[in-house]
């Protein structure tokens, strides 16, 4: 038996994560296998608690169940989130539930992994989910103009007519690539590529998702042309 009290000096030098399931399997499962990758892992099974922890915790990442007992479903606790942070957030969907996946996106998560998963699956874009939110801001570059929208890279901070937008950090990392790349079309599979990484497992539809959401905030000036056959190109 390990004594609990190592429990908590274990190593964690990858970051907090909160860890919001309901199956205890499941949450026993990703716990095992997320502090052996590394990262310390604090758990909720239910939605307020969730809440509650990340408020208290301000962990780096959260993993979120879709499906959860009580009043907030996992939707609703990422819909929450979203109001005030842009925390990294993997939410856990059924096999069948696109619907799911999709409004997971559009309110904010930034990546999703179906059940059932390979643990190693889900510690791997964990892994590259932290690398992206971590990178330093590039200096020397921008800010970029796209017409009345300005894309600071180093404050991350996007502006439409001298008004901050707020975006999701993978919706401005895809900004930020059209800003930096105006008058080149890219497929759907280049820009997840480029955004995603190349450790993403995620099908093309989800930049169709992001971009959505960048053309509901930005409205018309955002020059964004769909190129049919190819995928999208900025200006
Ligand atoms: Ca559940």
Known sequence: MTNPADKTSM???????VLVEDDIH???LIDIYLRD???????????????????????DLVILDIGL????????????????????????TARDDEIDRIIGLELGADDYVTKPFAP?????????????????????????HIGNIVVDVVRREVTLNGD???????EFDLL???????????????????????????????VDVHVRQLRRKLG????????????????
Do not use: N
């Open 220 to 235: 018309d000036d955002f020059p964004l042309t769909t190129v049919w056959g190819v995928g999208y190109r900025c200006g």
């Open 11 to 17: 190593r964690h030098e990858h970051g907090t994560i």
């Open 37 to 59: 990758a590394g990262f310390r892992v604090l758990q909720a099974t239910d939605g307020e608690r969730g809440l509650e922890l990340i408020k208290l915790q301000q962990p």
């Open 69 to 92: 007992p009580g009043e907030l479903d996992g939707l609703e606790v990422c819909r929450e989130l979203r109001k005030t942070t842009e925390i990294p957030i993997v939410i856990l």
């Open 176 to 206: 930020a690539h059209f800003a930096e790349h105006v008058g080149i079309a890219y497929t759907r599979q280049q820009l997840l590529d480029a955004v995603w990484g190349s450790g993403w497992y995620g099908d093309e539809r989800t």
């Open 120 to 144: 190693r699956e889900l510690a791997a874009r964990i892994k590259a989910i932290l690398r992206r939110s971590d990178r330093k801001p590039r200096t020397g570059e921008g800010p970029f």
């Open 26 to 28: 499941i949450a026993e």
């Open 164 to 170: 901050i937008v707020q975006l999701t950090a993978r």
